[in-house]
Nanobody
Framework: QVQLVESGGGLVQAGGSLRLSCAASGRTFSSYVMGWFRQAPGKEREFVAAINWSGGSTRYADSVKGRFTISRNNAKNTVYLQMNALKPEDTAVYYC??????????WGQGTQVTVSS
């Protein structure tokens, strides 16, 4: 089982960019579907993006399509979320998720992203 540590959050002006990283421990990283979720104050956690084990298939929430890009480097046990054209409504705690269906579902501790208008 992996453990996840997110980094790269911070404060940015609207229209700016950030890149989040999620580093995983363990030797089974490449067997996980990796995803990013976010939770804004007073709201439920919501899906942002996901990537399959090889990186050949990605999926995005409609709200971030064309602005965010998820990628992974299995040699570095890391998944990334490049966020461009950020909007104030993107402000949230962003969580990394690692999933093997019917086996495990692991979350990181989260990293805060704040977009000022």
């Amino acid at each position: 089982q992996v453990q996840l540590v997110e980094s790269g959050g911070g404060l940015v002006q609207a229209g700016g960019s950030l890149r989040l990283s999620c580093a995983a421990s363990g030797r089974t990283f490449s067997s996980y579907v990796m995803g990013w979720f976010r939770q804004a104050p007073g709201k439920e956690r919501e899906f942002v993006a996901a990537i399959n084990w090889s990186g050949g298939s990605t999926r995005y929430a409609d709200s971030v399509k064309g602005r965010f890009t998820i990628s992974r480097n299995n040699a570095k046990n890391t998944v990334y979320l490049q966020m461009n054209a950020l909007k104030p409504e993107d402000t949230a705690v962003y969580y990394c998720n690692a999933k093997r269906p019917r086996i495990d579902d692991i979350w990181g501790q989260g990293t805060q992203v704040t977009v000022s208008s």
